[in-house]
């Protein structure tokens, strides 16, 4: 069941970019956990900036590839979030795996088939 409209997306990433750029303050984080979180939620930012639906702002990126984008970038933070596990970084495991999780399920629940207002 695909709930989530373009629109609807684009507001879910601007929060979720807020709050990875707050996580560092937030949780505390520092070192090597500090900047990936920096990067992540940098990275996230021109992505969703830059995609063609609603909330972009260049409309460079279809928004069927943004999609993808999150799939590779939630299996890429499960991944992330293991080596942090066995690097002894427990917070770090439980943070990445749960940011997997929650673009997982945005992903899932997106209609990314919709054509999209570029208005």
């Not at 909330?55 to 993808?68: A, E, Q, S, T, Y």
């Amino acid at each position: 069941m695909k709930i989530i409209s373009a629109k609807t997306h684009g507001i879910i990433d601007y929060l979720f970019i807020i709050f990875v750029f707050a996580s560092p303050t937030l949780f505390n984080m520092e070192g090597t956990l500090s900047k990936i979180t920096y990067g992540l939620a940098a990275v996230h930012l021109l992505v969703t900036l830059t995609t063609n639906f609603e909330l972009g702002l260049v409309k460079l990126i279809p928004f069927r590839i943004h999609g993808l984008l999150e799939i590779v970038v939630s299996i890429a933070l499960a991944i992330l979030a293991v080596w942090f596990y066995n690097s002894g970084y427990e917070a770090g495991f439980n943070y990445y795996i749960a940011l997997a999780v929650v673009i997982m399920i945005v992903f899932i629940l997106t209609d990314f088939k919709t054509p999209v207002n570029k208005g």
